[in-house]
């Protein structure tokens, strides 16, 4: 290794779902919601504001602060947004989990995680879960750095009730708890209740899922002011996080929509529930998911098999290669129609 390089700082690097793009595949490997953004969205886009996009945006986002303020029913001092809630959660990690006690987080969650641990050198210790993918509150209790997990989780799609989530919180207020809420409002239940009890929680949602626009980039958390204001201290010293204009007005329409948000997801629900008896039905099990994904294995059909033969047709799914997990396969939720070709493929496939 020349010298130089023993210089760089060495990662594990994230590895994303793959993101190909034609138009006859069925993509249900990354989450994303399959129902267009709220109409206002294209509206947006289809009229810009020419004035704003030769000016530079604003760096506090106070439009996008305001909508979110006002449909969560908190102070804008208390709301932050950011370039995904990657970026948020990213920034929240710099910011908070500066101690040389180990931060906690689910092993089997979101892997970005220990990627952000890695990279800001923060310590870090992998909390396992239960036999039942369960995260077990009481493994929170000792002494930490810093908690962050999601509710729901992901892979496994389950939630915790929100009393178990403010036990958590409760046994930590030397510490800064996460909530990571990408898939909340699918159906469990969120910690926004919380925030104006526990100084220490923060949360964090992103516009990728519920609101159709991974491709725009918007995540936020909620907090206490002092919070806030600490995350937005790390943020202005950086100069990367600040949301463009045309993000700014997409976001706007998006939160004002709720009616087309209610109606999106309560249908991906709705299609989410019939998954669970068609699959259940085949005899495949599952965690029971409260989030727009099912994670699910098939005492017959070696997931991995299964994965390439659906690539095959075109079918994307998620398949991790991780101990515990590489006999399950991570379903996203999306049209009728589309479940009903993977329903289709996998009657084929098992006959
Ligand atoms: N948290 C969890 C648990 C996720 O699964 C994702 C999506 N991959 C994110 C955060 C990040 O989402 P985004 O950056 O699109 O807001």
Known sequence: MSTWEENVRKVTPYTPGEQPNRPQMIKLNTNENPYPPAPGVAKVLRHPDEDALRRYPDPAASVLVNALAENYHVKPEQVFVGVGSDDVLAMAFMTFFNSEKP???????????????????????????????????????GENGGIVFPNPNAPTALAMGLDDVEDIIRHNPDVVVIVDEAYVDF???????????????????????????????????????????????????????TLNQTSLACGVEAVKDQAYFNETRTRIMKTREHAKEVLGEMGFSFPDSKANFLFITHPDYPAKELFQALRQKDIYVRYFDQPRINNYLRVTIGTDEQMEAFYEFLRDYMR
């Not at 892997?111 to 493994?139: G, M, Q």
């Not at 919380?194 to 907090?223: D, H, P, W």
């Not at 204001?229 to 100069?239: E, P, R, T």
Request: glycine share 4%; proline share 4%.
């Open 187 to 241: 159906g469990a239940e969120s910690a926004l209740k919380l925030v104006e009890k526990y100084e220490n929680l923060l949360v964090v949602q992103t516009f990728s899922k519920s609101r159709s626009l991974a491709g725009m980039r918007i995540g936020f958390a909620i907090g206490s002011p002092k919070l806030i204001k600490y995350l937005n201290d790390v943020k202005y010293s950086f100069n990367s996080y």
């Open 103 to 141: 931060i906690l987080f689910p092993d089997i969650s979101y892997s970005f995680y220990p990627v952000w641990a890695e990279e800001f050198r923060i310590p870090h210790t992998r909390v396992a879960l239960d036999e039942n993918f369960c995260i077990r509150k009481e493994d929170y209790y």
